[in-house]
């Protein structure tokens, strides 16, 4: 895989972690990961978490759908992620409804440590 930073730097690798998180393994284990490909990701700094990235109504938000819908810990897919997502009426967003799925709330809110 040919990956690009910007317009100055370019790598090549064989990605061997493909997720949508990874949820710290990088960290725990980095002998066993040549690199990383950051796709559509929040990438916090040491001890935040995706909620310090995001604007403070959507965590309003997310709280509220978690408590009223998802039984104070997750976050039901349907229509409004899709609208979070930003995803218009059409074939993208149909494909993502095909595959969209419940989130927990506690993966926005786990600091990630770094050494």
């Excluded at 100055?8 to 002998?31: F, I």
């Excluded at 509220?64 to 409004?80: C, F, K, N, T, Y």
Aim: glycine share 10%; with cysteine; proline share 5%.
């Amino acid at each position: 895989m040919q990956c690009s930073v910007g317009s100055r730097r370019s790598y090549s690798c064989r990605p061997q972690l493909c997720r949508h998180d990874v949820s710290g393994v990088a960290e725990a284990q980095p002998a066993k990961v040549q690199c990383l490909v950051f796709v559509d990701a929040f990438i916090p700094e040491d001890r935040q978490c995706v909620l310090d990235l995001l604007p403070s109504e959507i965590g309003t938000h997310f709280r509220a759908v978690a408590q009223s819908q998802g039984g104070g810990w997750r976050l039901p897919g349907g229509e409004g992620q899709l609208d979070l997502l930003g995803l218009m009426p059409g074939e993208e967003r149909e494909f993502v409804r095909a595959r969209l799925c419940d989130f927990s709330r506690a993966a926005l809110r786990n600091r990630s440590f770094f050494r």
